[in-house]
């Protein structure tokens, strides 16, 4: 699992996708959220404006990611 230090209160979900270089463009975020690719704690997350904030995981094509 890879830790994820960020610097503010909390972080999108697409935003850390295009972030951590998992996606190329918002429209990339856009669609393997929408096509339920993306589970935060354990569950399929569908929504893209999803605030991230210390303590959540992250899954995505077999990577996990923690916020810290």
């Known amino acids: 699992m890879e830790k994820v230090k960020i610097d ?12 951590m270089s ?3 463009s ?8 929408y096509n339920g690719c993306v ?13 991230l904030r210390p303590g959540d995981i992250i899954e995505v094509d077999e990577k996990k990611f923690i916020i810290e």
């Open 8 to 19: 503010t209160e909390f972080i999108k979900l697409d935003q850390f996708l295009k972030w």
């Open 22 to 24: 998992i996606v190329g």
């Open 26 to 33: 918002g429209s990339d975020a856009k669609e393997i959220i």
């Open 39 to 51: 589970c935060v704690n354990g569950e399929v997350e569908i929504r893209r404006g999803k605030k």
